[in-house]
């Protein structure tokens, strides 16, 4: 009897991924979706088709091992949500997935929680990319903070307690 390693589970579970890709289709779309969703308030524009494709060339360039667990969190918030909107996440309206941050995945336990992970892939794609000015939200005294037209005003929190308890802040 020979035991699967998680590897091997993963690459026989998670949706087949083309040649010299490091995402399938499917769990493209569900980044591209959390990035649309979580990226209203950063203090420069990014696409987000632009972040899913930088996080896609981090895992490709740097023939990342654990890109099947980033792959299986990918797949997980696609397919959690089914239960209670009746949709995969990629396929909710922009609404329905802010509120179902703001309801569900931060600040949540269990599987929920596991979710609040794709906030770090969000913010990897969007602050790797070469558009990002050298010191990010840094202004000039006096100077208005520039933001999109018709933007929220809250943001989503990009950190829970739990996710900063016991680091030293500064």
């Not at 949709?87 to 979710?115: H, N, P, Q």
Request: include cysteine; charged fraction near 25%; glycine fraction near 8%.
């Amino acid at each position: 009897m020979s035991w699967l390693t998680l590897d091997e589970l993963a690459y026989r579970v998670l949706p087949q991924v083309a040649p010299s890709r490091a995402l399938a289709d499917s769990e493209w779309r569900t980044l591209r979706a959390a990035a649309e969703t979580l990226l209203e308030s950063l203090p420069f524009e990014i696409a987000p088709e632009q972040v899913a494709d930088n996080v896609e060339r981090f895992l490709c360039t740097n023939r990342s091992k654990p890109a099947w667990r980033s792959r299986a969190l990918l797949t997980l918030l696609e397919w959690l949500p089914l239960g209670m909107h009746g949709r995969s996440f990629s396929r909710l309206t922009a609404g329905e997935r802010r509120e179902l941050f703001e309801s569900r995945i931060v600040g949540e336990r269990g599987l929920w929680s596991v979710c609040a992970k794709i906030r770090y892939l969000v913010l990897m794609g969007a602050y790797g990319d070469d558009c990002v000015p050298a010191k990010p939200g840094a202004s000039v005294p006096g100077d208005a903070r520039p933001t999109r037209p018709g933007q929220r005003r809250r943001s989503l929190p990009l950190a829970n307690s739990s996710d900063t308890a016991g680091r030293p802040q500064g």
